[in-house]
């Protein structure tokens, strides 16, 4: 699957801990990739 970039801007504090998790094993493309898959694929909501 190609890729495509998407460019945010973030609060200092939310990047800090970001890069906090590289040293964990965790990307910070892959973990916000895992977030964004798991809050699409989730059962739509009624009323929603």
Partial sequence: MKMERVFIQLP???????YALRGKG??????????????????KKKGA
């Fill in 12 to 18: 200092k504090p939310l990047k800090v801990k970001l």
């Fill in 26 to 43: 965790f990307t910070v493309s892959g973990f916000i990739r895992a977030l964004l898959e798991k809050e699409f694929n989730q059962p």
